[in-house]
């Protein structure tokens, strides 16, 4: 299973960033997808969520600005950032399970300027 993650990049407060992961060696349709991220010196922490059957789920911290959403056909899981501020700054990396093991993308750098 590899999990290849990119979007990341510099933005200004208040701006947007769409990350996008696309996956490779597991039945994509069936797997629940998550978004993590990881600021310096915390704990990855979840932001998102989204089912097979596209039932999401978010952090409280990211409701209402970010959007989860999944491409069967491209085998690739987005989130959509809207309104970013210097608390949303880390590395956000997609994750899923696949027999009993989870698996990480390497990670992509957001990072929010004032």
């Known amino acids: 299973v590899q999990l290849q993650a990119s979007g990341g990049g510099l933005v200004q407060t208040g701006g947007s960033l769409r990350l996008s992961c696309k996956a490779s060696?597991?039945?994509?349709?069936?797997?629940?997808l998550g978004w993590y991220r990881q600021a310096p010196g915390k704990q990855r922490d979840l932001v998102a969520t989204i089912t097979s059957r596209g039932f999401t789920n978010y952090a409280d911290s990211v409701k209402g600005r970010f959007a989860v959403s999944r491409d069967n056909a491209k085998r690739t899981v987005y989130l959509q950032m809207n309104s970013l501020g210097s608390e949303d700054a880390a590395v956000y990396y997609c994750?899923?399970?696949?027999?009993?093991?989870?698996?990480w993308g390497q990670g992509t750098q957001v990072t929010v300027s004032s």
């Open positions: 994750s899923t399970e696949h027999r009993g093991f989870t698996f």
């Open positions: 060696g597991l039945n994509f349709g069936i797997n629940t």
